[in-house]
T-cell receptor
Framework: QQQVKQSPQSLIVQKGGISIINCAYE??????FPWYQQFPGKGPALLIA?????SEKKEGRFTISFNKSAKQFSLHIMDSQPGDSATYFC???????????????FGKGTKLSVKP | KAGVTQTPRYLIKTRGQQVTLSCSPI?????VSWYQQTPGQGLQFLFE???????NKGNFPGRFSGRQFSNSRSEMNVSTLELGDSALYLC?????????????????FGPGTRLTVL
């Protein structure tokens, strides 16, 4: 049972455009939603994360929008650059439940290509 | 501050053999989680260790096991290797504090060990 569904599987965006990746989750107990960026041959790197008590969080060109009632969250990359070309993963976990902190449930990933 | 290190980076084994992978967390981190990454299944949680105790376990067979030492370094072992075990094995470390601010539980990943089973 896939608990975090991510779309699209791949995305091509022109330089300077906005990249949008969406995720939906099923378990209402999730209370921590990070996004990771992975380049080929590297481990995933944390980009930005959000808790369900806020609807939006922005860090530089990266913004997470969170809709608790719809159980959806999305990553927006503004002014996309060729250097942003990577695979992006959304994830979810339960921070406030004893023993669940280290268990991240990942989406399947979105391969982003930013064309110059 | 040094990041998460994993050794070896690449490994080739044959079916039926066993393998041990090592992970050294960021200094001060007490939680180490292991993940398997494959093109078909994506990133899947294997298990998490905190203060030498397994705190969480994913849905993998008993051939996959792990342990954590008093210095927080962790090892995972896969016995009786199968072709389907070929994957990138990632470890991630965090402070792992229950109910704490999310920044205390951010997981930082190592570069992974690429295991190929022939």
């Amino acid at each position: 049972q896939q608990q975090v569904k991510q779309s699209p599987q791949s995305l091509i965006v022109q330089k300077g455009g906005i990249s949008i990746i969406n995720c939906a989750y099923e378990n209402t107990a999730f209370d921590y939603f990070p996004w990771y960026q992975q380049f080929p041959g590297k481990g995933p790197a944390l980009l930005i994360a959000i808790r369900p008590d806020v609807s939006e969080k922005k860090e530089g060109r990266f913004t997470i929008s969170f809709n608790k009632s719809a159980k959806q969250f999305s990553l927006h990359i503004m002014d996309s650059q060729p250097g942003d070309s990577a695979t992006y993963f959304c994830a979810a976990s339960k921070l406030n439940y004893g023993g669940s902190q280290g268990n991240l449930i990942f989406g399947k990933g979105t391969k982003l290509s930013v064309k110059p | 501050k040094a990041g998460v290190t994993q050794t070896p980076r690449y490994l080739i084994k044959t079916r039926g053999q066993q393998v041990t992978l090592s992970c050294s967390p960021i200094s001060g981190h007490r939680s180490v989680s292991w993940y398997q990454q494959t093109p078909g299944q994506g990133l899947q949680f294997l298990f998490e260790y905190f203060s030498e105790t397994q705190r969480n376990k994913g849905n993998f067979p008993g051939r996959f096991s792990g342990r954590q030492f008093s210095n927080s370094r962790s090892e995972m072992n896969v016995s009786t290797l199968e072709l389907g075990d070929s994957a990138l094995y990632l470890c991630a470390s965090s402070f792992g504090l229950a109910g704490a601010r999310s920044s205390y539980n951010e997981q930082f990943f190592g570069p992974g060990t690429r295991l190929t089973v022939l």
